[in-house]
């Protein structure tokens, strides 16, 4: 059986790579630590086509340990323990690299499996996903990697690696065909390259491949959704702050844009994410009510999955805006991570005994319930925090009218 072209023409160096010069320069940390020898965990996130494979098996290859490779599609929990069984093997004596593919699609308890042989050191784990890893890795694992983004590749990429493909099989491109394959491909290489293979295996005598051919192969137009260069990311980011913006038109139209292009995953999470971060507590409603659009639309799939997500993506639009719970638990976040608020005041520690040391005996906690309107003073910030303010009511309707409420309930006190 004659191997798949872009199988046959898969980088065996760094240097050979196409795309992801963010990460392979010369001189960038990633590159460095990847030829020094010492390989570190790993988790290599970003679209298909675009080197994750590739770049796992040249360091596989510049290393010294045992390669094992597996897929998250097929793997069981079987085939993680039979890797873990080698760890002791006098074969794999300087050690192991799991090669994880599709990492997504393993369960939590298989992902668990790991995580004793990943601490240790006893195996080092190098695994790619299509999905975003903090929303599908278990989070124990994920603190033991090193997340790389790999990019969507850019035209011009592509086009020297479909020259170099094109060298292989002794053809040429005219200019505008190489162009529009190019561009066709929406920066995944393998797609360029599968579909220069079937269109090589189409010419017969002829060493030149045309526009038309090209076109043949084509059956949507490339311009509705472009991913070359950062433009996949662009289009994210301004349907995103289309929302957020209130501008139902630009909303809409990006949507479209993301749908054309079948991204309806993406599509779902930005409208996800706007309906908490950005309409929030000025409408909070409308979380559950985008929460249900969007499973209709998973569920529908494309094409009718268009008409829940433009609901939300209108409603979101047209919504009034609240970002009061975001700045609230980014500043809290903030706080913690300075080390802040270590200590939880004692009426409200799960503790029913104090030591003989103890300044004070007793929890003390008061019990809101027993007090009129459900509301009593008492300090629930620990002592470094308890003057700190997080959340700051917006000029929305619905946060005033709470702010109204709790201000003539604490005043009366």
Known sequence: MQKPLADLLRPTSLDEMVGQSHLLKAGSIFRKSIESGHINNMIFYGPPGVGKTTVANIIAKNSNLALHKLNGTSASIDDIKNVIKEVDSLLNQKGILLYLDEIQYLNKKQQQSLLEFVESGDITLIASTTENPYFYIYPALLSRCTVFEFKSINVDEIKKGLLKAANHLGIKFEEAALESLAVSANGDMRKALN????????????????????????????????????????????????????????????????????????????????????????????????????????????????????????????APKSNAACLAIDSAISDIQQGKGLTTPRSLQNTHFDGEDAEVKGQHYLYPHDYPNHYVNQQYLPDDLKKRKYYIYQDNKYEQNLKEYWDKIKKGK
């Open 195 to 318: 579909n220069l293979d079937f269109i090589y295996g189409s010419l017969n005598k002829k060493k030149t491949i045309t526009l038309e051919m090209v076109n043949q192969m084509i059956n949507k137009a490339h311009i509705t959704y472009d991913r070359s260069e950062d433009k996949h990311f662009d289009t994210l980011s301004a349907f995103m702050k289309s929302l957020r913006g209130s501008d139902p038109d630009a909303a809409i139209f990006y949507l479209a844009k993301l749908l054309e292009g079948g991204d309806i995953i993406a599509a779902s999470r930005r409208l996800l994410c706007s309906a908490t971060e950005d309409v929030g507590l000025a409408y909070p409603q409308i979380i559950p009510i985008v929460k249900a659009c969007v499973d209709s639309a998973l569920q529908l799939g494309l094409p009718e999955a268009r008409l829940p997500l433009a609901n939300a993506a209108i409603l979101i639009a047209t």
